[in-house]
């Protein structure tokens, strides 16, 4: 057996007999293994000469390692799988279902909680944060409760089409099981299967076998890898697992809080300059303080932050909630001079406002660099909290190095304005302060138009971030909220599309725009800083393509950082095999 | 005066004074003159020799020939104008304000109607056509209410902002002034003008020099000139101003119709496969005899006919409405046995129905390709009414080149499966009727993944047609909608963009998309068909630059095929004179 193993060089499963004491080996062939065990044996190949470290980075598949940074449930436990919805946010959890996010915040407190919900939306962040888990019935893999999920590192099950909630009675049903608010269920975030009861968990890991690993892919890989972080605890995260830096900071995700959601709907809603001002004053420290903790965590690596990029109306209650108020209301026949009239007025006067702002298509309206452009109040602020906390970070004698980065540029002038215009806000603080900090600033290639006008953006942008959720959603015209539940998953069944794009980057098409946008940046500004901060950084096989149109970094969720950084050593030996050719 | 006029060869302005007996020139310069003055002078000066045929072409600026073509306000009339929206469908009108659709639909029979409304929907139609004019204070140049008009001729000035119409009071607020149901007002959609009162109008005449002038750009121009067009009557308006066929027929329009869209929702809210055949079965017919109309219209030129494409539920009320009317029958507590209680039943089942079609984006969403794919009954129903049309007539001895176009692919994979399925239809058709017609299956380019993928997607399409509208949105990650009423014009006044991209090709982002997917595709399919039936069609710069990119036809709406035909001529006379250099 040893022979064997030495001459395969891998870790065996042999077949064998013994007839008439003889030993027959009947079969041989590479051992099944979880995960963790594939990092041990190739660690330990290489450590007994058998294979050498590049072999052992080859040897491990970048996704199986999900397994291992993530609670997963026990492979051998029996469940019972009643529903089974989008992976929307990898990891399982284990709760009571509640229904309502206000009663979540509070049970969570004491037990675990499983937040069931139609779909979620911003009122729901406090309940979605004291949950272990959130399922929802509708909504697509970039839906709020998705995206915020992952954010958070919360298992999210979400577009679960099958339950059906009855928000009333506080049950759910799923085929002819009815689950009650109280009970029991289990999520596995990582395949979308939603279970009945408490399914046993096993926590993550990370051994020094692993840690030895990716020290190898460090040692061979050419991009280099972030994390997307928006907050300190995951900053924090993403250092531990070997960020070299944060690629995308969402400053918006801070509006969300709840201490903060309010002050952001007065600055939203203020009639005057002076009422807009006032609001913005209040968050100017928060913010502040919050680029503070990530500066520290990332202790000198440099923190890419996106100014504010979602429409206002999403700060705001939905438009459909506050029209049923209303007509509840008037049909009721309130009478002037009771609460519920002022109650009423005061609902009138905010689905107006509401009225005024909702779009027919969220996606492509007035956000990102528009928004700046029509209310440039709110991102002076936000580049005012940033250099703020760099000044003063810098003057304790701490590293810091901001990039700025100014979301969905379709024209070179839309990101020549704003950086002129919040440069000279950067410039004035750090002369207020006394003080200077190294900074950059840059853009987002999410906008089909500005990839392919690159050599015009160039001019104006130190670094080029390809925002490819976006990106995927423009070149194919595909709302990912409505695509992932009404098609997509059928054009995969019908071999229409080979994959779903939003999860392995598109080469043909999105991919094809990427190589252009390189191809002609890179003659118009040598040094510009080329890399992706969409969900496909944390795909092996997009980090492969990175590689090959030689992109500079990769940024994903903290937790896909190690698969990141070994996918993109593998990436760089593939490459290398193919020049000796 | 003569000598000046032969020397300068142009009608000229003179100024000249008599001092002392002695005749003094003081000023000659090119005289300023209507549109209809510039046709007939240009017309006038090559009979008499003194400039040629091609001098004479490019004496006209195409876009003023627009004045020749709808009525217009007479320049000379004081009108009072007291609001400005956009210029959404060219035209001047004059009518009684009135502010609901259905009174529009009874009063326009007898009385000139303009109707007033916060915006339109498919409810509106009937109204629309039965008023002279159309004025919303919401929505872009791709509202439902502008794109309805201009398919209907209509003139239309929408997203008026700045007035306020209350419904329940039946009046519109224009700055200070009050405008009550049944005032009249005039609306130029040519400019977008709103005023009070009844403006004076001149009728549109073509002149036999403004027919000879057009005779001499069909002799020197390369680009063919087609016409979009919904219906009969427009087909015949198009045929008349000189189109060489239908570059865009959008099936939908007839759906919208007053005696179609119960039909249509019948279809869309059936809940078995029989019930949505029957309701099928109702519609082939009555398509079947639009598209005879239309091809008898064209007398053997060939028409493209684009599958159906907007999201099903635009066919259906809003949701808006219906959830309102759900919550106040409820708030009242309607009783069960009463017939209110039956209404809000049957309510209830139509706001499901609606919530589990709606979309997030739906710009993006289940329509064009996508929804043909997921429910192919609606579209062999139309290639069966398309091919038993053209059978028809050709049985009849007619010449008749269907060309079936299929929106919204932006994967060939998409087409590949469409065309097989569609041309087995067709085929079936011509084998039942026992006769063969000349078709050609194509698609429209409107998604960028198209353009940057057109080396494969020009191997399953005979044709393809530009549709720079959605282009233009998915390019710049625009919805119009939200982007004209939000924030474009203030691009348009910052100078961020140079002009409108949705008037006018936007030639380094769109254009260059649009430039690769010509040299991908040509190589592949040497004789492709190209067009384009985006309103870009209908634009002189964006016509000049279809002919540089080597496109065979541009399409507009039939008003415009004069200004194309002399914007073509004008394209290949610069390109004549830029090559002899």
Redesign the interface.
Known sequence: AKRLENHYRDAMDLEFTIEKNRLFILQCRVGKRTAGAAVRIAVEMVQEGLIDKVEAINRVRPQDLDQLLHPQIDPKAEVKVIAKGLPASPGAAVGKVIFESAEAAVVGLSEPVILVRPETNPDDIRGMLASKGVLTARGGMTSHAAVVARGFGLPCVAGCESIVIDEAAKTFTAGDVVVHEGDFISIDGSTGNVMLGQAPLIEPTITAEFQTLLSWADEVRKLGVRANADNPKDARKAFEFGAEGIGLCRTEHMFFEKDRLPVVQDMILAKTKEDRQNALNKLLPVQQSDFEGIFEAMQGRPVTIRLIDPPLHEFLPR??HV??RV??L???GVVPGTPSYELLEQQEHLLDAIEGMR????????RGC?LS??FPEIVEMQVRAIFQAACKLAKQGKEVHPEIMIP?V??V??LK?LREQLEGVAKQVMQEAGCQVDYKFGTMI????AA??SD?VAEFAEFFSFGTN?LT???????R???EG??LQ??VD????PVNPFETL?R???G??MRLCVEQARPVRPDIKLGICGEHGGDPSSIEFCHQIGLNYVSCSPYRVPIARLAAAQAAVADGVERDK
């Open positions: 438009y459909e029209l049923a007509v509840d008037r049909a009721r779009e027919a298509n969220p996606m492509l309206g007035l528009r452009i029509v969905l379709g024209h002038n839309e304005l999410e906008i089909p138009r392919l006008t015009k976006d959603q423009t070149t194919f015209g595909f709302s909220d409505d695509a009404k098609f059928k054009y019908m071999k229409i599309l598109d043909d098409g999105v094809k725009l």
